[in-house]
DNA sequence: ACATTAAGTGGTG
DNA sequence: CACCACTTAATGT
Protein backbone atom coordinates (compact mmCIF):
# COMPACT_ATOMS: atom_id res chain seq x y z
CA UNK A 1 0.00 0.00 0.00
CA UNK A 2 0.93 3.88 -0.63
CA UNK A 3 1.00 4.58 2.73
CA UNK A 4 1.11 2.57 6.13
CA UNK A 5 -2.37 3.04 8.07
CA UNK A 6 -1.11 3.11 11.46
CA UNK A 7 0.38 6.28 10.32
CA UNK A 8 -2.18 7.51 8.69
CA UNK A 9 -3.98 6.87 11.79
CA UNK A 10 -1.80 8.58 13.95
CA UNK A 11 -2.94 11.72 11.93
CA UNK A 12 -6.11 11.57 12.27
CA UNK A 13 -7.33 8.85 9.41
CA UNK A 14 -10.47 7.26 9.60
CA UNK A 15 -12.26 4.93 7.95
CA UNK A 16 -15.39 5.04 5.86
CA UNK A 17 -17.28 2.76 3.70
CA UNK A 18 -19.52 2.75 0.65
CA UNK A 19 -21.58 0.73 -1.10
CA UNK A 20 -21.76 0.62 -4.71
CA UNK A 21 -22.30 3.31 -6.91
CA UNK A 22 -21.70 5.41 -4.25
CA UNK A 23 -19.54 8.92 -4.68
CA UNK A 24 -16.32 9.49 -2.70
CA UNK A 25 -16.51 13.05 -4.39
CA UNK A 26 -17.67 14.36 -7.18
CA UNK A 27 -16.87 16.70 -9.92
CA UNK A 28 -16.42 20.22 -9.22
CA UNK A 29 -15.81 19.45 -5.35
CA UNK A 30 -13.49 21.08 -3.51
CA UNK A 31 -10.35 18.75 -2.28
CA UNK A 32 -10.16 17.98 1.13
CA UNK A 33 -9.10 15.32 2.07
CA UNK A 34 -6.92 12.41 1.19
CA UNK A 35 -7.94 9.14 0.45
CA UNK A 36 -6.35 5.42 0.38
CA UNK A 37 -8.46 2.37 -0.35
CA UNK A 38 -8.70 -0.45 1.52
CA UNK A 39 -10.48 -2.29 0.37
CA UNK A 40 -12.86 -2.44 -3.02
CA UNK A 41 -12.53 -1.03 -6.42
CA UNK A 42 -12.90 3.00 -7.15
CA UNK A 43 -13.52 4.12 -10.58
CA UNK A 44 -12.38 8.17 -11.60
CA UNK A 45 -14.90 9.04 -14.29
CA UNK A 46 -16.52 11.74 -15.84
CA UNK A 47 -19.85 12.53 -17.55
CA UNK A 48 -19.95 14.06 -21.13
CA UNK A 49 -23.21 16.45 -22.22
CA UNK A 50 -24.58 14.09 -24.30
CA UNK A 51 -23.92 11.49 -21.32
CA UNK A 52 -21.36 9.32 -21.98
CA UNK A 53 -19.09 7.99 -19.60
CA UNK A 54 -15.44 8.52 -20.02
CA UNK A 55 -13.76 6.23 -17.33
CA UNK A 56 -10.17 7.65 -16.08
CA UNK A 57 -8.67 5.25 -14.24
CA UNK A 58 -10.03 2.35 -12.02
CA UNK A 59 -8.02 1.71 -8.56
CA UNK A 60 -8.03 -0.48 -5.94
CA UNK A 61 -6.85 -1.82 -2.29
CA UNK A 62 -3.56 0.20 -1.10
CA UNK A 63 -3.86 2.98 -3.86
CA UNK A 64 -5.00 6.78 -3.28
CA UNK A 65 -7.13 8.34 -5.88
CA UNK A 66 -6.93 12.08 -6.72
CA UNK A 67 -3.95 12.86 -4.23
CA UNK A 68 -2.34 15.33 -6.58
CA UNK A 69 -5.27 17.98 -5.89
CA UNK A 70 -4.23 18.36 -2.63
CA UNK A 71 -0.75 19.92 -3.59
CA UNK A 72 -2.58 22.34 -5.70
CA UNK A 73 -5.57 24.93 -5.55
CA UNK A 74 -8.04 23.40 -7.70
CA UNK A 75 -11.49 21.79 -8.12
CA UNK A 76 -11.86 17.57 -8.13
CA UNK A 77 -11.77 17.33 -12.23
CA UNK A 78 -13.88 13.93 -12.28
CA UNK A 79 -16.24 12.03 -9.77
CA UNK A 80 -14.24 9.25 -7.50
CA UNK A 81 -16.92 6.05 -7.77
CA UNK A 82 -17.25 2.86 -5.61
CA UNK A 83 -17.42 -0.27 -8.19
CA UNK A 84 -18.37 -2.33 -5.38
CA UNK A 85 -18.44 -2.51 -0.91
CA UNK A 86 -15.20 0.33 -0.32
CA UNK A 87 -13.58 0.55 2.60
CA UNK A 88 -12.00 4.38 2.51
CA UNK A 89 -9.07 4.91 4.53
CA UNK A 90 -9.10 9.33 4.76
CA UNK A 91 -7.17 12.09 6.51
CA UNK A 92 -8.00 15.54 5.92
CA UNK A 93 -5.30 17.61 4.09
CA UNK A 94 -3.65 19.89 6.49
CA UNK A 95 -2.98 16.48 8.51
CA UNK A 96 -2.21 14.74 5.39
CA UNK A 97 0.36 17.88 4.58
CA UNK A 98 1.73 18.10 7.81
CA UNK A 99 2.30 14.22 7.50
CA UNK A 100 4.22 14.83 4.01
CA UNK A 101 6.42 17.49 6.39
CA UNK A 102 7.26 15.32 9.70
CA UNK A 103 8.34 11.71 7.38
CA UNK A 104 10.49 12.21 4.11
CA UNK A 105 10.19 8.95 2.83
CA UNK A 106 6.77 8.99 2.58
CA UNK A 107 6.55 12.10 1.07
CA UNK A 108 9.44 10.33 -1.42
CA UNK A 109 7.19 7.57 -1.86
CA UNK A 110 4.00 9.72 -2.82
CA UNK A 111 6.36 11.57 -5.27
CA UNK A 112 6.85 8.11 -6.82
CA UNK A 113 3.32 7.09 -6.56
CA UNK A 114 2.33 10.63 -8.62
CA UNK A 115 4.99 10.19 -11.06
CA UNK A 116 3.85 6.43 -12.41
CA UNK A 117 0.33 7.60 -12.38
CA UNK A 118 1.44 10.61 -14.57
CA UNK A 119 3.59 7.95 -16.61
CA UNK A 120 1.04 5.84 -17.09
CA UNK A 121 -1.31 8.91 -18.24
CA UNK A 122 1.19 9.86 -21.36
CA UNK A 123 1.30 5.98 -22.12
CA UNK A 124 -3.19 5.93 -22.26
CA UNK A 125 -3.05 9.45 -24.40
CA UNK A 126 -0.97 8.34 -26.65
CA UNK A 127 -3.13 4.58 -26.69
CA UNK A 128 -6.25 6.76 -27.10
CA UNK A 129 -5.28 10.03 -29.31
CA UNK A 130 -4.07 8.84 -32.73
CA UNK A 131 -5.17 4.88 -32.71
CA UNK A 132 -7.83 2.40 -34.19
CA UNK A 133 -10.53 0.81 -32.05
CA UNK A 134 -7.94 -2.53 -32.04
CA UNK A 135 -5.63 -0.93 -30.81
CA UNK A 136 -7.03 1.09 -28.11
CA UNK A 137 -8.91 -2.22 -26.71
CA UNK A 138 -5.23 -3.63 -26.88
CA UNK A 139 -3.53 -0.89 -24.62
CA UNK A 140 -6.22 -1.19 -22.15
CA UNK A 141 -6.08 -5.05 -22.17
CA UNK A 142 -2.19 -4.67 -21.31
CA UNK A 143 -2.52 -1.50 -19.06
CA UNK A 144 -4.68 -4.02 -16.26
CA UNK A 145 -2.38 -6.65 -17.37
CA UNK A 146 0.63 -4.90 -16.23
CA UNK A 147 -0.53 -5.15 -12.45
CA UNK A 148 -0.15 -8.71 -12.42
CA UNK A 149 2.99 -10.98 -12.56
CA UNK A 150 1.70 -13.60 -14.59
CA UNK A 151 2.99 -12.32 -17.97
CA UNK A 152 1.77 -15.75 -19.64
CA UNK A 153 -0.94 -16.42 -22.82
CA UNK A 154 -4.52 -16.10 -21.55
CA UNK A 155 -3.59 -16.24 -17.89
CA UNK A 156 -5.41 -12.45 -16.84
CA UNK A 157 -8.85 -12.71 -16.40
CA UNK A 158 -10.49 -8.99 -17.25
CA UNK A 159 -12.91 -8.28 -14.41
CA UNK A 160 -14.64 -5.35 -16.56
CA UNK A 161 -18.15 -5.17 -18.24
CA UNK A 162 -17.99 -4.41 -22.17
CA UNK A 163 -19.25 -1.07 -21.41
CA UNK A 164 -16.82 -0.44 -18.79
CA UNK A 165 -13.88 -1.00 -21.45
CA UNK A 166 -15.85 1.22 -23.61
CA UNK A 167 -15.96 4.08 -21.37
CA UNK A 168 -11.89 3.14 -20.80
CA UNK A 169 -11.57 3.33 -24.26
CA UNK A 170 -14.23 6.07 -25.82
CA UNK A 171 -15.44 2.91 -28.19
CA UNK A 172 -19.01 2.31 -28.33
CA UNK A 173 -20.35 -1.01 -26.40
CA UNK A 174 -21.17 -2.67 -29.68
CA UNK A 175 -17.69 -2.37 -31.34
CA UNK A 176 -16.19 -3.29 -28.10
CA UNK A 177 -17.86 -6.20 -28.53
CA UNK A 178 -16.97 -7.10 -32.54
CA UNK A 179 -13.46 -5.80 -31.73
CA UNK A 180 -13.03 -8.57 -28.78
CA UNK A 181 -14.48 -11.39 -31.09
CA UNK A 182 -11.83 -10.56 -33.13
CA UNK A 183 -9.10 -10.52 -31.05
CA UNK A 184 -10.40 -13.94 -30.01
CA UNK A 185 -10.61 -15.31 -33.42
CA UNK A 186 -6.66 -14.04 -34.47
CA UNK A 187 -5.79 -15.80 -30.76
CA UNK A 188 -5.20 -12.27 -29.38
CA UNK A 189 -7.41 -13.47 -26.07
CA UNK A 190 -9.58 -16.20 -24.86
CA UNK A 191 -13.53 -16.11 -24.29
CA UNK A 192 -15.24 -18.42 -22.10
CA UNK A 193 -18.45 -17.60 -21.36
CA UNK A 194 -18.07 -13.90 -21.47
CA UNK A 195 -15.25 -13.52 -19.41
CA UNK A 196 -12.39 -11.87 -21.59
CA UNK A 197 -8.64 -13.83 -21.08
CA UNK A 198 -6.05 -11.81 -21.77
C1' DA B 1 -43.27 -14.64 -12.90
C1' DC B 2 -41.41 -10.11 -13.80
C1' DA B 3 -37.66 -6.70 -13.80
C1' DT B 4 -32.94 -5.79 -14.59
C1' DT B 5 -28.40 -6.01 -16.63
C1' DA B 6 -24.98 -7.53 -19.81
C1' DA B 7 -23.79 -9.77 -24.18
C1' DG B 8 -24.56 -10.16 -28.83
C1' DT B 9 -26.63 -9.13 -33.74
C1' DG B 10 -28.33 -6.33 -37.91
C1' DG B 11 -28.67 -2.56 -40.31
C1' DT B 12 -28.07 2.50 -41.43
C1' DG B 13 -25.35 6.73 -42.04
C1' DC C 1 -16.96 3.47 -36.42
C1' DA C 2 -21.37 5.64 -34.06
C1' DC C 3 -25.98 5.12 -33.39
C1' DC C 4 -30.44 2.81 -33.04
C1' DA C 5 -33.37 -1.15 -32.35
C1' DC C 6 -33.92 -5.56 -30.75
C1' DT C 7 -32.93 -10.48 -29.12
C1' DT C 8 -30.92 -13.56 -25.89
C1' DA C 9 -29.01 -15.26 -21.57
C1' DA C 10 -28.24 -14.86 -16.85
C1' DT C 11 -29.54 -13.01 -12.29
C1' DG C 12 -32.14 -11.03 -8.97
C1' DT C 13 -36.48 -10.10 -6.06
Redesign the pocket.
Known sequence: MLINHDLLNSYGGEIITFKTNDYIFQEQQIPKYYYQIISGHIKLNHLSEDGKELIQGIHSAGESVCELLLFIDEKYPVNAVAMSECAVMKVFKSDFIRMLEDHRHVSEDVHKYISYRLFEKFIMMQNLAAH???TRIKGILQYFKNYTNDKSLYSYEIKL???QLASLS???V??V?????KLEKEKFIK?EN?KVYY
Open positions: SAETRQGLRETIRRLKIG
